[in-house]
């Protein structure tokens, strides 16, 4: 009896505990809430067209784009049109990506891909974060660009998706977000893309052939 009352303690305590566990955590969760940050762009319609010239359809028009950063990273794009039944992309292995570049470092520029082996300057982030639709299904990717600096290959992640109606968000861990450090001029970007011949890093340095459709140009970094 002695040792039942003693674990009858342990796992009911009094009142006052309960609801001073319960306030701590409510003041945590603030914290928490507090201490996210959002950037939200709101983009035209109907400003949708490949490099080529030719008008884009409509799920690949953005209509507004956020970054909001907590202990996750996550990634919100609404576009103009339905994102079910996507058509299949052309190309021997093609794809429309929904694009979130991240410049963390403006001091640096990291080469390859997603682009041309070894070419610079066009595409200047350490990160980024892309929904990709290959006439299949959609995939999350988290993608570190940071190696190709000292000769390296970029270093490719799964991170989940979510698609509904017209909207997409991207969720990176905490685990993979806490290696984002943006240093003063960061920035943050959102696009669409078409790319016929997407080639992952582990299989080669990059593609240079894609589309981009839309975009919303640079941003601050989320204050």
Same mark, same amino acid.
């Given at each position: 009896?002695?040792?039942?009352?003693?674990?009858?303690?342990?796992?009911?305590?009094?009142?006052?505990?309960?609801?001073?566990?319960?306030?701590?955590?409510?003041?945590?969760?603030?914290?928490?809430?507090?201490?996210?940050?959002?950037?939200?762009?709101?983009?035209?319609?109907?400003?949708?067209?490949?490099?080529?010239?030719?008008?884009?359809?409509?799920?690949?028009?953005?209509?507004?784009?956020?970054?909001?950063?907590?202990?996750? +990273? $996550?990634?919100?794009?609404?576009? %103009?049109?339905?994102?079910?039944? @996507? *058509?299949?992309?052309?190309? /021997?292995?093609?794809?429309?990506?929904?694009?979130?570049?991240?410049?963390?470092?403006?001091?640096?520029?990291?080469?390859?891909?997603?682009?041309?082996?070894?070419?610079?300057?066009?595409?200047?982030?350490?990160?980024?974060?892309?929904?990709?639709?290959?006439?299949?299904?959609?995939?999350?990717?988290?993608?570190?660009?940071?190696?190709?600096?000292?000769?390296?290959?970029?270093?490719?992640?799964?991170?989940?998706?979510?698609?509904?109606?017209?909207?997409?968000? +991207? $969720?990176?861990?905490?685990?993979? %977000?806490?290696?984002?450090?943006? @240093? *003063?001029?960061?920035?943050? /970007?959102?696009?669409?893309?078409?790319?016929?011949?997407?080639?992952?890093?582990?299989?080669?340095?990059?593609?240079?052939?894609?589309?981009?459709?839309?975009?919303?140009?640079?941003?601050?970094?989320?204050?």
């Amino acid at each position: 009896m002695k040792n039942q009352n003693i674990q009858f303690k342990r796992t009911t305590p009094p009142a006052r505990t309960v609801g001073s566990l319960l306030g701590a955590l409510l003041v945590l969760l603030a914290a928490l809430t507090a201490r996210a940050q959002t950037a939200t762009v709101i983009d035209p319609q109907g400003d949708a067209f490949y490099s080529s010239g030719h008008e884009a359809p409509a799920f690949l028009d953005i209509l507004a784009a956020s970054f909001t950063i907590s202990d996750t +990273l $996550t990634f919100t794009v609404d576009v %103009a049109g339905s994102l079910e039944a @996507l *058509p299949r992309p052309p190309g /021997n292995a093609g794809e429309f990506a929904w694009h979130f570049p991240l410049s963390t470092d403006p001091s640096t520029d990291p080469p390859g891909f997603p682009v041309a082996p070894g070419q610079k300057g066009k595409f200047t982030a350490e990160f980024f974060a892309d929904a990709q639709w290959d006439g299949t299904a959609f995939t999350g990717v988290f993608v570190d660009r940071r190696p190709t600096l000292t000769g390296g290959m970029a270093l490719q992640y799964s991170i989940p998706v979510s698609v509904v109606g017209s909207r997409i968000i +991207l $969720t990176v861990p905490a685990v993979l %977000a806490a290696q984002v450090q943006p @240093l *003063p001029g960061a920035t943050w /970007n959102c696009s669409t893309v078409l790319d016929p011949n997407y080639i992952p890093p582990q299989y080669a340095s990059g593609d240079n052939g894609f589309h981009e459709a839309d975009t919303i140009g640079r941003q601050p970094w989320p204050q």
